[in-house]
């Protein structure tokens, strides 16, 4: 179990915060609205109002001595440089900070955070891709070089193994996993295998994967 702090219990921080609670997590929610809190509060571990561009306050909740610290602040771009800023000066190991633009996503990462998150433009990408084609899923983009992609298997893969897919040689791809109604194989072999149905999940550099996507929409 890992423990979490929330900074910003906005409609992102707060579903952030649900979700790593209802895995299990230790969840702590930050913020200075009185009836957000009131709102979290039985959703999470702990729930606390408070002033986060304050240090003393920040260090009275011992966030220190949390192992992640998510400043998932709304539109207060001063509240959000320093809580992060502040985190960081604290000693917090990992903090992820979500930005609203580039510019402040620039800003956060020059004062620390670890990882910056664009809730909106990554959601604008994911839908992007998803209207290529109905076998797309789902994408994440890891870097500007590397993706993964969430892939219903195509009609053209079904009753073929992965060795005779040659999807490596054909589309620059490697298989990770693949999902066959609630079981997941996270080790496939090359005599696998592929049915009608089966989600496969995938890892490839971003043109490779523009290769296979068009595959998809064709």
Known sequence: MKQFVVIGCGRFGSSIART???LGHEVLAVDADEEKVQEIAEEVTHAVQADVTDENVLLELGIRNF??????IGSNYE??????????????KRVIAKAHDVLHGKVLSKIGADKIIYPERDMGVRVAHNLVSSNILDFIELSSDYSILEITALDQWSGKTLKELGLPTRYGINVMAIKRDKEI??????????LKGDILVV??????????EKSAGE
């Open 79 to 92: 509240a959000s440089i320093m809580a992060t800023l502040i985190a960081k000066e604290l000693g917090v």
């Open 185 to 194: 194989n996270v080790s496939p072999y090359a005599d696998d295998v592929i």
């Open 20 to 22: 790593l609670y209802n």
């Open 67 to 72: 192992d992640v610290v998510i400043v998932s």
């Open 203 to 212: 890892i490839g550099s971003t043109e490779d994967i523009k290769k296979i």
